[in-house]
Structures are given as structure tokens and as C-alpha cells.
């Protein structure tokens, strides 16, 4: 599905190890893996329009143009499951800065409190990828973005795993200038705040404390 800044993608790759990752037989470790890959597919098409400069190189035979990203990058993975996403969109782009943010959600409020963050004063990078492998409810997503753009940040992108159409609608709502990337869109949240079909918890499921 694509349109409206929802990009779910279409790969065939993608697709067979989202089945892998949903399979409640799936070990914790081979969850961990599953969650880099796929989160490394996902980034290489939630960059296709980072900005590009010029580099004037020289290969063994002669002089030419080349190019090279002139964007700062920040990856802010969303305390705890957006953790394993980091290591497989790092790899992509090893110089990027990682800025943790620990939101967890109020039992009487149902709202997200924010409880860690230390970003700078001053912004150190020009473009954001959210990772949180599961968008939900959407209340944790809106409020990282009000925690970046309050920052100085503008260009975020959101790279999750699933999304329930609940949550993308609550995002769209608040941030439409903030695309979503994920591997594929769900039926429905149940009436605990999961996403039907899904994949269970995250991060349980992740750091085997289900
Ligand atoms: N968080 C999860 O880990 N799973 C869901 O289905 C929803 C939120």
C-alpha cells in the first residue's frame, strides 16, 4: 500500500522474513536477526530521496564524478524495541548519531510519558529515521516527533515493522508531513493496545522476557 505518506513495502524479501518474525515459533534469537534484516530493507527504501553531493574521486584508471551524502543522520530508536532495529540500518550508514528516547505510557492516562532523552541543546543532525517496530496506538510516535521537531529537527521519517491503520490515521493526524515505512499494515488493535495479526510483543519477544 502506498500513498498519503504510507509506504508498506512490497518486497518479496521483506515479506518472507516478516512471516518468519510473525511465526509465534520463532526464537528470540532468530527474532533478533529477522528485526536487523528487515529493518536494514526497509531504510534502504525510506532513503531513497536523502540528499546527495558532489565527490570528485579517482579510481585506479581515471578521474570522475562521484557523490556522496551530505545529510546528517540521526536514528532514534524508541526505548525498548526500537533497540534491534538499530544494529541492521547502522550498518547502512556508520556514521550516523543515535539518539535514544524512552517514552512509557501512563495506566491512568493511557498517554505516553517521556522518561529518558538527552538530546542536545542544539540539533546535531538534519534528518531523523524513528525506529519503533510496532505502530500501534500512535501515541508514542507523535509525541517523539514533537520531542525532534521541538528539537529543530523537520525531515523525520517513521521506519517501523507493523502498523495498525489505527495508528497510522493518529500520526497522519498529527505529523501528515512525516512519511511511514514498514513492512506491512495490520487488520486492527485489540482492546490491550495490540496489533491484529501482529507479531505479539516486540519486545518481549526480542529479549525473551515473554
Ligand atoms: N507493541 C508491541 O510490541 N506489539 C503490539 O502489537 C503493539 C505494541
Redesign the pocket.
Known sequence: MQGKNIFASSHPLVAHKLTKLRDQNTKPKKFRELIREISALLTYEATQDLALGPLPIETPLKATDGSMLIEKIGLVPILR?GLGMVEGVWELMPSAEVWHIGLYRDERTLQPVEYYSKLPVEPTVSVCLILD??L?TGGTAVVTVDILKRWGVSKIKFVGL?A?PEGIAKLHEHHPDVPIHVAAIDDH?NEV????P????????QYGTA
Not at 193 to 196: A, D, F, N, R
Open positions: 524495541a517496530p510496532m500501534a507493523i495498525a488493535l493496545g495490540y496489533i491484529v501482529g507479531l505479539g510483543d516486540a519486545g518481549d519477544r
